[in-house]
């Protein structure tokens, strides 16, 4: 069995900085793809930021120049540094894992951390 755990979530002001993280746990062979989603309320869930595991990155063209992915491949967890917070970041941050378990390769996601940034 394989769990995603996310922490780091809270409420900032507009301009502000958080750090989130995920670790990944259970029966793992091999993490391909991690990324971080967000879903607002009435809205679709929509990908943030990607890092295969060459160490490549992908970012939404609403992050960029504000967010960074990375990841610690020792310790599967991958971590997303927001910064210049803006309110329209306001949304429910979800982790993303394209891993290899027994027999398996599948995506499995986090419960979700809010992430609030008020005007």
């Known amino acids: 069995q394989v769990q995603l755990v996310e922490s780091g979530g809270g409420l900032v002001q507009a301009g502000g900085s958080l750090r989130l993280s995920c670790a990944a746990s259970?029966?793992?062979?091999?993490?391909?793809?991690m990324g971080w989603y967000r879903q607002a309320p009435g809205k679709q869930r929509e990908l943030v930021a990607s890092?295969?595991?060459?160490?490549?990155?992908n970012y939404a063209d609403s992050v960029k120049g504000r967010f960074t992915i990375s990841r610690d491949n020792a310790k599967n967890t991958v971590y997303l540094q927001m910064n210049r917070l803006k309110p329209e970041d306001t949304a429910v941050y979800y982790c993303?894992?394209?891993?290899?378990?027994?027999?398996?390769?599948?995506?499995?996601w986090g419960q979700g951390t809010q992430v609030t940034v008020s005007s």
């Open positions: 259970g029966i793992i062979f091999r993490i391909y793809t």
């Open positions: 993303n894992a394209h891993l290899l378990t027994i027999a398996l390769i599948y995506d499995y």
């Open positions: 890092i295969p595991s060459d160490g490549s990155t």
